[in-house]
């Protein structure tokens, strides 16, 4: 079945540590996205790309990278630099206009 | 100010009751507007486009008010299945008319319906 899949679902990190959260779509869908949700809080986004080599900035991108060198593949690296990475992090794909069809999600949390 | 604010909620409403959520925008560039529905713990859904003649869907109603910037969603006769998180999303496309940009979300509004 067509889907966004992400890993893992949950994750633990110590603090100082890079951690790198995987995203696959195959749904053949050219943009992507990466956002963040705090509890109690909306998603914010963090970065979204069009096509390969291609990503902006969102609204939260300190401390966080991307690439996009597959079209089926969108991974998130949570740096040490990121203060407060604990969070659910959300990958999505673009399905239509103002459609974005989301994985099913990965808890990051730091000790 | 924030780009995008919904009523911070929560609702608690008994189920049959009509309820009403609101959402404002700070861009008036903005082009096309969105309910999502987010379960606990679940990923964020599409619940319905917002257009600008005002849409239905069911029990749901979506309306925009380009001139005040706010878009708000109307639920009629609830059930207990409608308590969830309503996020409404705001859009702006990339110059050239694509239709993909970024898409910015509101902190969301919780529903609880109770028997």
């Known amino acids: 079945d067509g889907g966004i899949t992400q890993s893992p679902k949950y994750l633990f990190r110590k603090e100082g540590q890079n951690v790198t959260l995987s995203c696959e779509q195959n749904l053949n869908h050219d943009a992507m996205y990466w956002y963040r949700q705090d509890p109690g809080q909306g998603l914010r986004l963090i970065y979204y790309?069009?096509?390969?080599?291609?990503?902006q900035k969102g609204d939260i991108a300190e401390g966080y990278s991307v690439s996009r060198e597959k079209k089926e593949s969108f991974p998130l690296t949570v740096t040490s630099a990121q203060k407060n990475p604990t969070a659910f992090y959300l990958c999505?794909?673009?399905?239509?206009?103002?459609?974005?069809?989301f994985g099913e999600g990965s808890r990051l949390t730091v000790l | 100010r924030k780009e995008v604010e919904q009523d911070p909620g929560p609702f608690n409403v008994p189920e049959g009751a009509t309820v009403a959520f609101n959402c404002t925008y700070s861009?008036?560039?903005?082009?096309?507007f969105f309910w999502y529905r987010q379960d606990c713990r679940k990923e964020p859904k599409l619940l319905m486009s917002v257009y600008s003649s005002g849409n239905e869907d069911g029990r749901f109603t979506a309306q925009l008010n380009r001139a005040s910037q706010y878009i708000s969603l109307l639920i009629r006769d609830s059930k207990l299945s409608d308590s969830a998180t309503y996020l409404c999303?705001?859009?702006?496309?990339?110059?050239?008319?694509?239709?993909?940009?970024?898409?910015?979300f509101g902190q969301g509004t919780i529903l609880t319906v109770h028997p």
């Open positions: 999303v705001v859009t702006s496309w990339r110059a050239g008319g694509t239709s993909y940009g970024k898409l910015t």
């Open positions: 999505a794909s673009l399905a239509g206009p103002g459609e974005l069809f």
């Open positions: 861009n008036s560039a903005s082009q096309s």
């Open positions: 790309s069009q096509i390969v080599n291609d990503f």
